[in-house]
């Protein structure tokens, strides 16, 4: 498997979030969707079309294949984990944590996610049986 870099991991997670919106994902969805110019769609979706991962012809609409699916819905994954750790467990605001989530997501290893996935599911289960943990827990992550 080829490793991709932070950007056509964005690309490929993107057009995974765009085919849930759009019946056929086109390049303009792209550039809106990453605030990018269509030249760079371009670019980043003929280097994913070399690489396997996404089925597109001039013009035409891109699709993932199944290699890039699994890739794409394996990064997305990733960021909903940080995305409820940042916003949920740490209450920061949403526009902060959804950036915060896509800058590492590219960035951590399996061992680490798998941690971070476990300590967030301990501490969601203890919020929800003990308010007084969940108060404490307010305060210290408050408290600047």
Same mark, same amino acid.
């Given at each position: 498997?080829?490793?991709?870099?932070?950007?056509?991991? &964005?690309?490929?997670?993107?057009?995974?979030?765009?085919?849930?919106?759009?019946?056929?994902?086109?390049?303009?969805?792209?550039?809106?969707?990453?605030?990018?110019?269509?030249?760079?769609?371009?670019?980043?979706?003929?280097?994913?079309?070399?690489?396997?991962?996404?089925?597109?012809?001039?013009?035409?609409?891109?699709?993932?294949?199944?290699?890039?699916?699994?890739?794409?819905?394996?990064?997305? !994954?990733?960021?909903?984990? @940080?995305?409820?750790?940042?916003?949920?467990?740490? !209450?920061?605001?949403? &526009?902060?944590?959804? #950036?915060?989530?896509?800058?590492?997501?590219?960035?951590? #290893?399996?061992?680490? @996610?798998?941690?971070?996935?476990?300590?967030? #599911?301990?501490?969601?289960?203890?919020?929800?049986?003990?308010?007084?943990?969940? !108060?404490?827990?307010?305060?210290?992550? #408050?408290?600047?």
């Amino acid at each position: 498997m080829t490793a991709l870099t932070e950007g056509l991991q &964005d690309y490929i997670e993107a057009i995974l979030l765009c085919s849930a919106e759009h019946k056929f994902v086109r390049t303009k969805h792209l550039a809106e969707k990453l605030g990018v110019k269509s030249p760079s769609v371009n670019a980043a979706v003929k280097e994913l079309a070399r690489l396997g991962f996404v089925e597109h012809e001039s013009y035409g609409y891109i699709e993932l294949t199944a290699e890039g699916r699994r890739q794409a819905e394996c990064i997305y !994954s990733r960021h909903k984990i @940080l995305y409820r750790f940042f916003a949920k467990t740490l !209450s920061l605001p949403n &526009d902060l944590a959804e #950036d915060t989530a896509c800058g590492i997501e590219h960035h951590l #290893d399996e061992l680490t @996610l798998k941690k971070i996935t476990k300590l967030l #599911d301990f501490l969601e289960q203890k919020m929800k049986q003990s308010e007084e943990f969940t !108060s404490e827990l307010r305060k210290t992550l #408050d408290n600047e």
